[in-house]
T-cell receptor
C-alpha cells in the first residue's frame, strides 16, 4: 500500500528565509510524486510533479523538489520565502496519475 | 480560476437528508476525481471516473454515490447524511500524467 508522511505539522519561517518541507513516502515501485499548495478557502494547486528523469524538479512560484529514492523522500524547497507563501502544503504519491494518497499537510506561517 | 467548477460552494443541511454536489471538469479533461477533506481524516480519495466509467473507488461510503455524464460533468450524491459527513468535498480533473487540477470545493455542513 502507498502512504505519505509529512513529519512537520506546522513550520514558521521569516520572510526572505529559506524553506524546506519534508515528505517521506512508502511505495513499492517508482512512484508518481506531487506537491500541492492550498490557501485558506481554496482548492489545491499543483506546485510540481515527478514521474521520471531528472530527480531535481522545478515548479511554479520558485519551488523545487528533489526525489531521493534511497531515502524515499521528496522534499520541497524554496530559497527565499514571500509572505504569500503562507499556506498548507500537501505531498502526494501514487502508482500513476490517479488514486493519489495525500499526506496530512504542513502549514507554513511566514512572519515579517 | 482553475477551470474546474464546483457548485454549490456552501451547503448546510440537516441529518438524514440527501444532497448533490456538482463538478464540471476542465475543458478537455476526461477524468474526474472526488476527494473529501476533513480535519480528522485529511484528504481522502473517494472515487474516479474516466469518460463516464467508474475507474477506481477509495474510501467511499455506501451512502455516497457518483456518476459522470456524457458531457463529462460529474455529480456526487450523499444520502442519509450524518454529522460526520461535514467536510470539504473537492472535485479534480486531469489529463494523462498532468497532475490534478482541483476545484475550489463544496463545504458541506450537516446540522
Amino acid at each position: 500500500a502507498q502512504s505519505v508522511t509529512q513529519p512537520d505539522i506546522h513550520i514558521t519561517v521569516s520572510e526572505g528565509a529559506s524553506l524546506e518541507l519534508r515528505c517521506n513516502y512508502s511505495y513499492g515501485a517508482t512512484p508518481y510524486l506531487f506537491w500541492y499548495v492550498q490557501s485558506p478557502g481554496q482548492g489545491l494547486q499543483l506546485l510540481l510533479k515527478y514521474f521520471s528523469g531528472d530527480t531535481l524538479v522545478q515548479g511554479i512560484k520558485g519551488f523545487e523538489a528533489e526525489f531521493k529514492r534511497s531515502q524515499s523522500s521528496f522534499n520541497l524547497r524554496k530559497p527565499s520565502v514571500h509572505w504569500s507563501d503562507a499556506a498548507e502544503y500537501f505531498c502526494a504519491v501514487g502508482p500513476n496519475d490517479y488514486k493519489l494518497s495525500f499526506g496530512a499537510g504542513t502549514t507554513v506561517t511566514v512572519r515579517a | 480560476d482553475s477551470g474546474v467548477t464546483q457548485t454549490p460552494k456552501h451547503l448546510i443541511t440537516a441529518t438524514g437528508q440527501r444532497v448533490t454536489l456538482r463538478c464540471s471538469p476542465r475543458s478537455g479533461d476526461l477524468s474526474v476525481y472526488w476527494y473529501q477533506q476533513s480535519l480528522d481524516q485529511g484528504l481522502q480519495f473517494l472515487i474516479h471516473y474516466y469518460n463516464g466509467e467508474e475507474r477506481a473507488k477509495g474510501n467511499i461510503l455506501e451512502r455516497f454515490s457518483a456518476q459522470q455524464f456524457p458531457d463529462l460533468h460529474s455529480e456526487l450524491n450523499l444520502s442519509s447524511l450524518e454529522l460526520g459527513d461535514s467536510a470539504l468535498y473537492f472535485c479534480a480533473s486531469s489529463q494523462a500524467e498532468g497532475g490534478y487540477t482541483f476545484g475550489s470545493g463544496t463545504r458541506l455542513t450537516v446540522v
